[in-house]
């Protein structure tokens, strides 16, 4: 899951995730984090976040959801050994490359 928990068109700092409007030149300033939390009944509990790194993939680009991802659950996986047996992903996670990630971590 990702979160957005700030946004604005003014503030900004060197941490910052940039977007453009759509047909405008008008630049947001956001910091956007993804979660790792329990699913199934009941209440689900927030395991973890980790938040996008800005500029990582080249100067002008921000971090992908699956390299913050990856960072995520190899640190979890390191911290808590044996907590997590099952990780349940979306659809943007069905590729080799994650796959064979995931696994290489313990
Ligand atoms: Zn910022």
Redesign the pocket.
């Known amino acids: 899951m990702i979160y957005v928990y700030?946004i604005s068109e003014v503030?900004?700092?060197?941490?910052?995730l940039k977007a453009f409007k759509k047909g405008k030149v008008e630049e947001r300033?956001?910091?956007s984090s993804v979660a790792l939390y329990t699913v199934g009944d009941g209440a689900k509990l927030v395991v973890d976040f980790e938040p996008y790194r800005a500029g990582m993939d080249e100067a002008s680009k921000d971090e992908g959801e699956l390299t913050t991802a990856k960072r995520l659950i190899k640190r979890v996986v390191a911290e808590h050994k044996n907590l997590i047996d099952v990780v349940v992903y979306d659809a943007i996670a069905c590729n080799s490359e994650w796959i064979l990630r995931i696994e290489d971590i313990e």
């Not at 503030?11 to 910052?16: D, F, G, P, R, T």
């Open positions: 700030f503030k900004n700092c060197e941490h910052c300033n956001f910091h």
